[in-house]
Nanobody, 126 residues
Framework: QVQLAESGGGLVQAGGSLRLSCAAS????????MGWFRQAPGKEREFVAA????????YYADSVKGRFSISRDNAKNTVYLQMNSLRPDDTAVYYC???????????????????WGQGAQVTVSS
Protein backbone atom coordinates (compact mmCIF):
# COMPACT_ATOMS: atom_id res chain seq x y z
CA GLN A 1 0.00 0.00 0.00
CA VAL A 2 1.11 3.57 -0.62
CA GLN A 3 -0.07 6.63 1.31
CA LEU A 4 -0.64 9.81 -0.69
CA ALA A 5 -0.95 13.44 0.41
CA GLU A 6 -1.83 16.28 -1.96
CA SER A 7 -0.83 19.90 -1.47
CA GLY A 8 -0.80 23.13 -3.44
CA GLY A 9 -4.49 23.72 -3.97
CA GLY A 10 -6.13 27.09 -3.49
CA LEU A 11 -8.05 29.97 -5.03
CA VAL A 12 -6.86 31.47 -8.31
CA GLN A 13 -8.32 33.79 -10.92
CA ALA A 14 -9.18 32.53 -14.37
CA GLY A 15 -6.07 32.43 -16.54
CA GLY A 16 -3.81 31.80 -13.56
CA SER A 17 -1.67 28.83 -12.62
CA LEU A 18 -1.29 26.39 -9.74
CA ARG A 19 0.96 23.43 -9.11
CA LEU A 20 -0.30 20.47 -7.14
CA SER A 21 2.09 18.09 -5.43
CA CYS A 22 1.43 14.54 -4.27
CA ALA A 23 3.85 13.13 -1.71
CA ALA A 24 3.95 9.36 -1.36
CA SER A 25 5.06 7.16 1.52
CA UNK A 26 5.08 3.41 2.08
CA UNK A 27 5.71 1.36 -1.05
CA UNK A 28 8.16 3.05 -3.46
CA UNK A 29 6.49 5.42 -5.88
CA UNK A 30 8.57 4.00 -8.74
CA UNK A 31 6.42 0.84 -8.67
CA UNK A 32 3.28 2.76 -9.58
CA UNK A 33 1.51 4.36 -12.48
CA MET A 34 0.25 7.66 -11.03
CA GLY A 35 -2.85 9.61 -11.90
CA TRP A 36 -4.64 12.82 -11.11
CA PHE A 37 -8.42 12.91 -10.98
CA ARG A 38 -10.94 15.59 -10.03
CA GLN A 39 -14.47 15.79 -8.74
CA ALA A 40 -16.71 18.83 -8.96
CA PRO A 41 -19.83 19.19 -6.77
CA GLY A 42 -22.63 16.99 -8.04
CA LYS A 43 -20.43 15.30 -10.63
CA GLU A 44 -18.61 12.00 -10.86
CA ARG A 45 -14.88 11.75 -10.32
CA GLU A 46 -13.12 12.16 -13.66
CA PHE A 47 -9.69 11.47 -15.06
CA VAL A 48 -7.30 14.39 -15.55
CA ALA A 49 -3.82 13.02 -16.26
CA ALA A 50 -1.60 9.98 -15.76
CA UNK A 51 2.12 9.26 -15.90
CA UNK A 52 3.93 5.94 -16.26
CA UNK A 53 6.33 4.43 -13.74
CA UNK A 54 9.44 6.02 -15.20
CA UNK A 55 7.75 9.22 -16.39
CA UNK A 56 8.26 8.55 -20.11
CA UNK A 57 4.58 8.15 -20.93
CA UNK A 58 1.82 10.62 -20.11
CA TYR A 59 -1.85 10.83 -21.00
CA TYR A 60 -4.35 13.68 -20.57
CA ALA A 61 -8.06 14.25 -20.66
CA ASP A 62 -9.04 16.30 -23.70
CA SER A 63 -10.35 19.06 -21.44
CA VAL A 64 -6.88 19.76 -19.98
CA LYS A 65 -4.61 18.85 -22.87
CA GLY A 66 -2.20 21.69 -23.63
CA ARG A 67 -2.91 23.42 -20.31
CA PHE A 68 -1.93 20.85 -17.65
CA SER A 69 1.29 18.90 -17.30
CA ILE A 70 1.92 15.85 -15.12
CA SER A 71 5.42 14.90 -13.98
CA ARG A 72 7.10 12.83 -11.30
CA ASP A 73 10.30 12.68 -9.31
CA ASN A 74 10.73 9.11 -8.08
CA ALA A 75 13.77 10.04 -6.01
CA LYS A 76 11.55 12.44 -4.04
CA ASN A 77 8.51 10.13 -4.12
CA THR A 78 6.48 13.02 -5.49
CA VAL A 79 4.14 13.57 -8.42
CA TYR A 80 3.18 17.00 -9.73
CA LEU A 81 0.36 18.53 -11.71
CA GLN A 82 1.17 21.90 -13.24
CA MET A 83 -2.04 23.67 -14.16
CA ASN A 84 -1.91 26.69 -16.46
CA SER A 85 -4.60 28.83 -18.12
CA LEU A 86 -7.06 27.76 -15.46
CA ARG A 87 -10.77 28.16 -16.12
CA PRO A 88 -13.76 28.28 -13.77
CA ASP A 89 -14.82 24.81 -14.95
CA ASP A 90 -11.53 23.44 -13.59
CA THR A 91 -12.90 24.07 -10.09
CA ALA A 92 -12.96 20.76 -8.23
CA VAL A 93 -11.32 18.66 -5.57
CA TYR A 94 -8.21 17.14 -7.13
CA TYR A 95 -7.08 13.66 -6.10
CA CYS A 96 -3.80 11.89 -6.57
CA UNK A 97 -3.98 8.13 -7.10
CA UNK A 98 -1.56 5.22 -7.42
CA UNK A 99 -1.77 1.93 -9.26
CA UNK A 100 0.77 -0.85 -9.00
CA UNK A 101 2.23 -1.29 -12.47
CA UNK A 102 4.26 -4.05 -14.08
CA UNK A 103 4.72 -2.23 -17.37
CA UNK A 104 5.46 1.37 -18.37
CA UNK A 105 1.91 2.07 -19.51
CA UNK A 106 -0.66 4.57 -18.29
CA UNK A 107 -4.23 4.04 -17.08
CA UNK A 108 -7.11 6.51 -17.13
CA UNK A 109 -9.84 4.56 -15.33
CA UNK A 110 -10.88 5.51 -11.79
CA UNK A 111 -11.55 1.91 -10.79
CA UNK A 112 -8.03 0.77 -11.74
CA UNK A 113 -6.41 2.85 -8.98
CA UNK A 114 -6.20 1.32 -5.52
CA UNK A 115 -4.66 4.06 -3.40
CA TRP A 116 -5.96 7.64 -3.13
CA GLY A 117 -5.05 10.85 -1.38
CA GLN A 118 -7.45 12.98 0.62
CA GLY A 119 -7.85 15.57 -2.12
CA ALA A 120 -6.95 19.23 -2.62
CA GLN A 121 -9.50 21.94 -3.39
CA VAL A 122 -8.85 24.05 -6.48
CA THR A 123 -11.17 27.01 -7.02
CA VAL A 124 -10.95 29.18 -10.13
CA SER A 125 -12.82 32.47 -10.03
CA SER A 126 -14.08 34.24 -13.14
Amino acid sequence: QVQLAESGGGLVQAGGSLRLSCAASGRPLSLHCMGWFRQAPGKEREFVAAVSRNGDNTYYADSVKGRFSISRDNAKNTVYLQMNSLRPDDTAVYYCAARMAYTNGVVATVGEYADWGQGAQVTVSS
